[in-house]
């Protein structure tokens, strides 16, 4: 039989619950799905699934397509000096 060893993982409560809720209903404890996890990553040598950043929502879009619009309109003016655009702003 192989040698085993325990490691201590540090997880948010309510987490911890939820994992604890769904393992439970596949047939198996944390302990195993953390197991089938790791034997997972040593197979394909890589974490075995994809992880993103979040896609901005729509209204993060909207923001950043109307700042490209505004950085490309000459009529729009441009400061190099906090000075002037705070005198600007008073106005």
Not at 32 to 55: C, G, H, M, W, Y
Not at 74 to 82: A, Q
Request: aromatic fraction near 6%; avoid cysteine.
């Amino acid at each position: 039989m192989a040698s085993t060893t325990n490691i201590s993982i540090r997880m948010d409560t309510e987490l911890k619950s939820q994992a604890d809720a769904l393992f439970n209903e596949l047939g198996m404890n944390i302990s195993t799905a953390f197991n089938i996890f790791v034997r997972q990553a040593l197979r394909e040598k890589r974490i075995p699934f994809d992880i993103s950043l979040s896609q901005p929502n729509q209204e993060t879009i909207a923001a950043i397509i109307e700042a490209e619009r505004i950085a490309k309109d000459s009529s729009v003016k441009g400061y190099t000096d906090l000075d002037e655009l705070f005198a600007d702003l008073e106005k």
